[in-house]
């Protein structure tokens, strides 16, 4: 019996060995990816759950999956209802803004009877710019309008330099007021250079017409916004891959993580100059605190917007440790390719895509970037975003905070969808 004893305690001293032999292999060949990326896990056992409990709010997250277009799409044009003349159009570097500018150019086009030239993309400095393909798929572009407008990637060389008169359009340009003003025009100088107004004002004013009027989109500026863009595919891979790696880090939730609009400078400048803290003006801790208030863990994976990792974000961090910022996370070989950290460009064609692409989307600021990302989601039937300004501060129901564009189908790519 003694003897029995003795193998019993060798047994397990030998299983002791063997497990400490295991985690010392684990730490030295896995656990260094996540060192690397500034992450300190918390070791607590959890078991297989969602980001956070909906069941209270279930039916608001799921309602929009059997949304379906409302536009047709037509199935042919004959070469004689396209007029002799050309609709001009850039983009700017802020991807939030391309669908507005490509939805007024296609609904222009269509109306006057015009081709629509492929579009440049244009910064905010004098001579910057990029090719409409540097970004986007340029035979989805096209192919995705025929039927509905001729496009050019070139236009004739008299084309473009003779009769082109600048017209200024605002957001969800009517059929109406392109007959009146600018069919005119169109058939007077044959050649239009136009651009859409992104103020403020022009895009509330546009939601209350269709609040007020409960009017719909026009359904070819809805076939623009949704059925026309596509990163090309390189970039897309890219974003594809760095989705992918968040889903990878985000063992302990599913898959599933959290992408929050956070720019340390941007939040700068909000709440410059404010006395007293408003509930529309945040800093990295408070949002993080918000999150932890209505439910999220400490392991849950969260997206941030920002570049670099700035000495601000630290607080966030020490609330949700698996915390990451596009250069943690982007390969090198890719991060070199496309100038990250030195070009603004693609860097917000990335944020603008996870943002949409991830399970839950926070904004923290009430600006395009938000409502479009938004259109996008509701498209999808990605319709978790959670607005911190909601409602009370102190409430910690994440119902309470569920965007309103959400929960009271307020936004207008609802129109677009029956």
């Given at each position: 019996?003694?003897?029995?004893?003795?193998?019993?305690?060798?047994?397990?001293?030998?299983?002791?060995?063997?497990?400490?032999?295991?985690?010392?292999?684990?730490?030295?060949?896995?656990?260094?990816?996540?060192?690397?990326?500034?992450?300190?896990?918390?070791?607590?056992?959890?078991?297989?759950?969602?980001?956070?409990?909906?069941?209270?709010?279930?039916?608001?997250?799921?309602?929009?999956?059997?949304?379906?277009?409302?536009?047709?799409?037509?199935?042919?044009?004959?070469?004689?209802?396209?007029?002799?003349?050309?609709?001009?159009?850039?983009?700017?570097?802020?991807?939030?803004?391309?669908?507005?500018?490509?939805?007024?150019?296609?609904?222009?086009?269509?109306?006057?009877?015009?081709?629509?030239?492929?579009?440049?993309?244009?910064?905010?400095?004098?001579?910057?710019?990029?090719?409409?393909?540097?970004?986007?798929?340029?035979?989805?572009?096209?192919?995705?309008?025929?039927?509905?407008?001729?496009?050019?990637?070139?236009?004739?060389?008299?084309?473009?330099?003779?009769?082109?008169?600048?017209?200024?359009?605002?957001?969800?340009?009517?059929?109406?007021?392109?007959?009146?003003?600018?069919?005119?025009?169109?058939?007077?100088?044959?050649?239009?250079?136009?651009?859409?107004?992104?103020?403020?004002?022009?895009?509330?004013?546009?939601?209350?017409?269709?609040?007020?009027?409960?009017?719909?989109?026009?359904?070819?500026?809805?076939?623009?916004?949704?059925?026309?863009?596509?990163?090309?595919?390189?970039?897309?891979?890219?974003?594809?891959?760095?989705?992918?790696?968040?889903?990878?880090?985000?063992?302990?939730?599913?898959?599933?993580?959290?992408?929050?609009?956070?720019?340390?400078?941007?939040?700068?400048?909000?709440?410059?100059?404010?006395?007293?803290?408003?509930?529309?003006?945040?800093?990295?801790?408070?949002?993080?605190?918000?999150?932890?208030?209505?439910?999220?863990?400490?392991?849950?994976?969260?997206?941030?917007?920002?570049?670099?990792w700035h000495s601000s974000l630290?607080?966030?961090?020490?609330?949700?440790?698996?915390?990451?910022?596009?250069?943690?996370?982007?390969?090198?070989?890719?991060?070199?390719?496309?100038?990250?950290?030195?070009?603004?460009?693609?860097?917000?064609?990335?944020?603008?895509?996870?943002?949409?692409?991830?399970?839950?989307?926070?904004?923290?600021?009430?600006?395009?970037?938000?409502?479009?990302?938004?259109?996008?989601?509701?498209?999808?039937?990605?319709?978790?975003?959670?607005?911190?300004?909601?409602?009370?501060?102190?409430?910690?129901?994440?119902?309470?905070?569920?965007?309103?564009?959400i929960s009271k189908k307020s936004?207008?790519?609802?129109?677009?969808?029956?």
């Amino acid at each position: 019996m003694a003897r029995d004893v003795r193998q019993v305690v060798a047994g397990l001293l030998t299983g002791s060995m063997l497990i400490m032999l295991c985690n010392m292999v684990k730490r030295d060949h896995f656990d260094p990816i996540y060192e690397n990326l500034s992450v300190q896990y918390d070791l607590v056992k959890v078991s297989k759950q969602s980001l956070v409990k909906l069941s209270d709010s279930g039916r608001i997250w799921r309602e929009n999956f059997s949304l379906k277009p409302c536009w047709r799409k037509p199935l042919s044009t004959t070469n004689e209802e396209q007029a002799k003349g050309y609709i001009f159009f850039n983009l700017t570097d802020n991807p939030e803004d391309h669908i507005t500018q490509i939805a007024s150019a296609v609904v222009v086009a269509k109306y006057v009877g015009a081709t629509l030239v492929l579009p440049e993309i244009r910064g905010a400095q004098t001579g910057h710019k990029r090719q409409f393909g540097d970004i986007y798929d340029i035979e989805r572009f096209m192919t995705s309008l025929d039927g509905t407008i001729q496009v050019v990637k070139d236009p004739p060389m008299e084309a473009s330099k003779v009769n082109i008169t600048n017209i200024k359009v605002p957001f969800m340009v009517t059929k109406d007021l392109i007959e009146s003003k600018i069919q005119p025009i169109f058939k007077a100088k044959g050649n239009l250079m136009l651009t859409t107004i992104l103020s403020p004002s022009t895009m509330s004013k546009a939601k209350e017409i269709i609040k007020k009027d409960n009017i719909k989109m026009d359904p070819y500026a809805c076939l623009a916004i949704f059925g026309s863009l596509e990163l090309q595919q390189e970039l897309n891979q890219l974003v594809s891959s760095m989705i992918g790696t968040l889903r990878s880090l985000s063992y302990k939730t599913n898959g599933q993580f959290v992408a929050v609009d956070l720019k340390v400078e941007a939040l700068g400048n909000l709440c410059k100059g404010n006395v007293i803290k408003t509930k529309d003006c945040f800093n990295a801790k408070d949002i993080g605190e918000f999150l932890k208030k209505i439910g999220y863990q400490r392991h849950t994976t969260i997206y941030l917007t920002q570049s670099e990792w700035h000495s601000s974000l630290d607080d966030f961090r020490k609330i949700f440790p698996n915390t990451f910022t596009k250069d943690a996370i982007i390969p090198a070989y890719e991060k070199a390719k496309y100038q990250i950290t030195k070009s603004s460009d693609f860097e917000k064609v990335i944020d603008f895509q996870i943002c949409t692409q991830a399970d839950v989307f926070v904004p923290t600021i009430s600006n395009l970037f938000y409502t479009n990302v938004v259109a996008k989601r509701i498209a999808s039937g990605k319709t978790e975003v959670l607005d911190p300004t909601q409602k009370d501060s102190t409430s910690s129901s994440i119902v309470n905070y569920v965007s309103p564009y959400i929960s009271k189908k307020s936004h207008w790519a609802y129109s677009c969808f029956c």
